[in-house]
């Protein structure tokens, strides 16, 4: 028997979090191997996978229509009202699916729109919304949670029809269907048959669905886990959310055919719903060069108005003129070359407006980042002080950040002072409009390590059990996955399998054999890695669109921030022609500036660090000796190790040094081979003298890949933009154009004058480290970085110091390690004093004074008012104890916590009573001052106020020795509050009274 036409139409994928089991590849794969025409995917409540739907349909090998739909929410009265079932206002399914453009648009307005205005529990709209926006819409009446369906299973088989027949006179006769399953579910066969019959009587069609949740029959279980995940149950438990079927899998058209075999036509229906769809999305690779509609960047308006291009010829004539004074001929034509590539893209409005914000936020005082990434390679970036590092002087490439030949938007990502980022997005919604600007959504996946925890609580594993597997699973972005540390995974590529080979964990192959029960926590471990979790804003993620987000993009909202964020993760929205950009807030901007502020207060003066070249010798010379605690990306252990092998003397080195500690170049042995030549211990000689200018800086090692291009270009006559293809093509290990490249690339160093032998030597070397080789551009650009933090700590010790421990005070681990650096250069700590501790770690003489924000308990605002009572009984020459700051500050203010925290780390220990007997007065000290908060409220003035004017309450009768802490329980109480031993530690001696 032939298979019926047959396409699947009601599809959930794990953008379904957490309750549909299907990865989007997957199923276009099965719909393609078992000849399905279409699919549709219709997650809950959103269009996460659309995208990723529409590229991998339309990539199949057998092409797959992709129908982009959704299972929406319907609140039964108002999106704008709470959820509520009792109240009349609980929420039904119902299947759509865009049939054009026009519907595509639709959808996108309602699945935004359950998020942003009809978020309750779940994304909802309501009949209201959907009649605005059901133009272009096919719609199927649902599942059993759709309202259909539901009346039938309330017996109201009239209220029923009525319903169906508006659903069809909202979206048109020949666009609304009534959905049927067959699953298994006895509640469902019984809606039906009340379904066939309204068909019968209606004339609407009956289509077969099979509300997928799995790919195959035997994922049913891991599915159900996903549901306990979820729900946050245990599998056992009998009465948790479960699914009353196992049948909710990818059926073949045979399977469909066979159980609609009495109702074939709602089979064959199926493809009346798919042929009616025409939806092309426009992706920017796609279109032509020079398509106006190929990119959706703002034209930017200079103030004042005017031409952008001339405006922007201006801005470059003078940051020209200011940064090359002398000979600008290298520069002149370096500038002209990437203004023509520039202008030919269409980028000019996406310059000015990335010059824009690092105007406006350098003018309001925030610190921005020398750079970082391919960006630094061009001149227009650096005339622009988008980037502050000369590209030319530094060998950097501009074809490694715009290839002409590989066309795609500009990448330039911003760091700016962690502070200050909410402020430049802030202006960016102010400057282009708050519809114009949205945060980017990024989906979190269940990773190897949060994989075995989530499925082990699941399970009921007990948690010492899961615990011992996670700590065999190694730590980092970089974690191989479950099936490479299992040995699982294989390649028929032998150097590949060696390199997997290499991966496995033999222990944690042992453990997930040793029992029943830790093979069900693989098993299922190993279904579940890798599927999103749930969503969140990307951590620095923007898009500015030339027209609102909505008419590109389906907007959510992040729950914790109740920020507006895409539907769509970056790559797709650069892909829809939308300008992305990172705003980064980098805490090390953050730790200069406040450095600088402490300089300063002191009568210091800062240089320029970024004029000149950066060859302070006391920098090297602090770098040498591996103090590099508090320096940008120079702290770890494996880096002072790496940096005392190399002996830093130079920027070059720097770079350098950034560039080679990576886990690639480390596995090859990079570092050794650089350490060696530069040290002399290894001859460094080059095959051809063209290389010894690429390579002598990094003694004839291949560190960057701007060398490899270099080299293919100086060498073998690329052109710069084959040799960032040939870049990228080895970055990716593409062995298919690296061995096109192969051919090339010796012809050309032959015929420049190298031998056969040599040529094929330098080829294999560039395939045996610039693989490895890291972006120059960046390295350089975060070098700067690094420079900068070492000079403040060879010059400026305490104030860096000081500056670091307010910048990591949430981090009680981080301020010990930096305060163990302070002592070890002979820089006192003084402790939290109530006197003199502001919020921020702060330089008092030589020594820091701690900060009081690093004690656990404390908040910015209470500690505000704290010191705020402080100078006010200072300015009145009053004593500054317990008892008198308790009666000055606000008790709504300053609460018992507070205060609590501060006797524990000891801000009361000048007052030479032991913080056990201020700790058991703080009750009393609290008590009188509600009290005179009280009076000061009332205006009435204290009987003693006289007296306390003339001469200060004697207070110490409210301190009782009996109350002292020991020794062990003062210390106890202080890492408590502090997170670290800060006046003594339990193993050692005191010196002197505690």
Not at 366 to 375: E, H, M, T, Y
Not at 594 to 599: D, F, G, S, V
């Amino acid at each position: 028997m032939t298979a019926p036409d047959f396409v699947h139409l009601h599809v959930h994928s794990e953008y379904s979090l957490l309750d549909g089991a299907n990865r989007i590849p997957n199923l276009v794969k099965a719909a393609a191997d078992d000849g399905q025409r279409a699919l549709a995917l219709t997650d809950h409540g959103n269009l996460f996978g659309a995208i990723e739907l529409y590229k991998a349909a339309k990539a199949s090998e057998q092409e797959v229509k992709p129908l982009i739909g959704c299972e929406v929410y319907i609140a039964r009265d108002s999106m704008h009202k709470p959820h509520s079932k009792k109240q009349g206002n609980g929420y039904n399914h119902l299947t759509l699916i865009a049939r054009n453009n026009e519907g595509y648009q639709n959808l996108i307005q309602l699945a935004s729109s359950a998020y942003t205005e009809g978020y309750h529990f779940r994304p909802r709209i309501d009949k209201e919304l959907l009649s605005q926006h059901a133009e272009g819409i096919n719609c199927l009446s649902g599942c059993l949670a759709g309202e259909i369906n539901q009346l039938f299973r309330e017996n109201k088989e009239d209220e029923a029809e009525r319903l169906a027949m508006d659903f069809r006179d909202l979206f048109g006769k020949d666009h609304f269907w009534l959905e049927l399953q067959r699953n298994g579910i006895a509640l469902q066969d019984r809606v039906n048959e009340s379904m066939v019959r309204l068909a019968q009587r209606t004339g609407i069609p009956l289509v077969a669905t099979n509300d997928i949740h799995y790919l195959r029959h035997e994922d049913c279980e891991a599915q159900d886990l996903l549901l306990c995940i979820n729900t946050n149950a245990k599998k056992k438990e009998e009465n948790r959310f479960k699914f009353d079927t196992d049948s909710l899998y990818f059926r073949t058209r045979d399977e469909m055919g066979h159980i609609f075999r009495d109702l074939p036509d709602s089979v064959t229906e199926t493809m009346n719903v798919a042929e009616q769809v025409d939806i092309g999305i426009e992706f920017s690779f796609e279109k032509e060069d020079g398509d106006p509609e190929k990119y959706h960047i703002p034209v930017f308006e200079p103030e004042g108005g005017g031409d952008p291009e001339k405006f922007f010829n201006e801005l470059l004539e003078a940051g020209l003129n200011r940064k090359y004074s002398g000979d600008q001929k290298e520069a002149r034509e370096r500038l002209e070359m990437e203004k023509k590539v520039i202008r030919q893209l269409g980028f000019t409005s996406y310059f000015l407006i990335v010059w824009d914000l690092i105007k406006w936020s350098r003018e309001n005082g925030i610190p921005v980042g020398p750079g970082r990434g391919s960006a630094a390679g061009s001149i227009v970036a650096y005339l622009l002080d988008i980037t502050l590092i000369d590209p030319l002087y530094h060998g950097l490439i501009f074809e490694r950040f715009l290839n002409p030949e590989r066309v795609s938007m500009p990448d330039i990502d911003i760091d700016f002072c962690k502070d200050g980022r909410e402020r430049v997005l802030e202006y960016t919604r102010e400057k282009y409009g708050n519809d114009h600007v949205a945060q980017i959504i990024t989906f979190g996946t269940m990773q190897s390590k949060g994989v075995i925890r989530d499925v082990g609580r699941a399970l009921d594993v007990p948690l010492r059990e899961v615990d011992r597997v996670t700590k065999m699973i190694p730590d980092g972005p970089n974690t191989p996955k479950l099936p490479v540390l299992l040995g699982l995974e294989k390649s028929e590529d032998a150097k590949k399998q060696e390199e997997l080979d290499k991966k496995k964990n033999d222990d944690l192959i042992k453990v997930s054999k040793s029992s029943e029960e830790m093979r069900e926590l693989f098993d299922y471990s190993l279904s579940l890695e890798g599927m999103s979790r749930h969503f969140s804003i990307h951590a620095a993620g923007v898009v500015i669109a030339d027209r609102p987000i909505l008419e590109y993009v389906p907007l959510a909202v992040d729950k914790r921030a109740g920020t507006p964020i895409t539907q769509w993760a970056a790559g797709h929205l650069e892909d829809l022609g939308l300008l992305k950009m990172d705003y980064l807030g980098l805490r090390t901007l953050t730790i200069l500036d406040k450095c600088e502020a402490l300089i300063r207060a002191a009568g210091g003066e800062v240089p320029n660090l970024l004029e000149g070249t950066q060859d302070d010798p006391e920098v090297y010379k602090l770098l040498m000796t591996g103090d590099t605690q508090g320096i940008f990306q120079l702290e770890s252990e494996g880096m002072r190790k790496l940096i005392t092998r190399m002996q830093p003397d130079c920027f070059a080195d720097l770079v350098a040094l950034l560039a080679l500690y990576r886990p690639g170049p480390l596995d090859a042995e990079m570092d050794d081979l650089y350490v060696n030549r530069k040290h002399g211990r290894e001859a460094v000689e080059y095959e051809h003298p063209v290389l010894e200018g690429i390579l002598e800086e990094t003694y004839g090692c291949i560190v960057y890949q701007e060398q490899v291009m270099r080299i293919s270009s100086d060498l073998a006559g690329f052109s710069l933009a084959e040799a960032d293809n040939l870049r990228k093509a080895m970055g990716k290990k593409i062995v298919a154009i690296m061995e096109k490249f192969s051919e090339k690339f010796v012809e050309g160093a032959v015929k420049n004058g190298c031998s056969e032998r040599d040529a094929k030597q330098i080829w294999d070397n560039i395939l045996k480290f610039g693989g490895y080789g890291f972006n120059k551009s960046h390295s350089a650009a975060y070098a700067i970085l690094s420079y900068q933090t070492a000079w403040m700590k060879a010059h400026y010790r305490r104030e860096f110091l000081a500056a670091n421990l307010s910048c990591e005070m949430s981090d009680s681990d981080k301020v010990k390690a930096l305060l163990d650096d302070a002592r070890s250069a002979g820089i006192d700590i003084l402790g939290p004093d109530a006197r003199h501790s502001e919020w921020h770690f702060l330089p008092e003489g030589e020594a820091i004074r701690y900060g009081l924000g690093a004690i656990k308990g404390t908040g910015e605002q209470a500690i505000t008012h704290l010191v705020r009572a402080r100078e006010a009984l200072r300015e009145d020459d009053k004593p500054i104890g317990l008892f008198e700051l308790t009666g000055q500050a606000d008790p709504k203010e300053v609460g018992k916590i507070a205060w609590e925290a501060m006797i524990k780390a000891g801000a009361f220990d000048y007052t030479d009573i032991n913080r056990g007997c201020v700790f058991a007065a703080l009750e009393g000290a609290l008590a009188d001052g509600a009290k005179a908060a009280a009076d000061r409220r009332s205006g009435q003035a204290n009987l003693f106020g006289a007296l306390e004017e003339e001469e200060a309450l004697d207070t110490s009768s409210q301190y009782s020795e009996y109350d002292a802490w020991s020794r062990h329980d003062l210390l106890d109480k202080e890492y408590e509050a502090l997170g670290h031993y800060l006046s003594g530690h339990p193993y050692f001696t005191p010196v002197g009274p505690v």
